[in-house]
């Protein structure tokens, strides 16, 4: 299957970061609905580029380095936690994750941020089936 390019990729998580800027970047619920608002429209074949090229970068940022610094910094880093994380890292944009990847002591400038409430965001994967479902799909795989 075809991934979607990472240009348009990021196009798609800053154009979802802009929509959600007025409800606060901690607002993790609202930056979840509207990334899958943005995603269902475009139907089950570029929803599925979309989820592949998540999953890339899941694996990208999957590294025992940064799992370290997630466990601590946040104090515990669990598998399900390190996968929660990286959520998190994807919905920041693609400076952050590029910055935090390369360089995970970088995560430390997030964790003392006002507008960061926590570095976990269970729900932001789960956008991406809900959109793929609600576009006539079923099951991503």
């Not at 997030?110 to 991406?128: C, H, K, N, Q, W």
Request: aromatic share 12%.
């Amino acid at each position: 299957m075809k991934t979607l390019s990472e240009v348009d990729f990021w196009r798609v998580i800053e154009d979802v970061r802009r929509s959600t800027a007025k409800a606060c970047i901690s607002n993790y619920t609202a930056r979840a609905d509207a990334l899958r608002r943005k995603l269902t429209p475009m139907g089950t074949s570029k929803i599925h580029a979309f989820w592949l090229t998540y999953q890339q970068l899941m694996s990208r940022c999957d590294t025992p380095e940064l799992r370290r610094v997630v466990g601590e910094v946040a104090g515990m880093c669990s598998d399900d936690w390190f996968w929660y994380f990286r959520n998190w890292l994807i919905s920041m944009g693609r400076s952050d994750f590029d910055a935090v990847c390369k360089d995970p002591a970088r995560l430390s400038r997030y964790a003392s941020r006002p507008d960061v409430p926590d570095l976990f965001f269970e729900g932001f994967d789960a956008a991406i089936s809900d959109a793929y479902t609600a576009a006539g799909g079923g099951e991503l795989t």
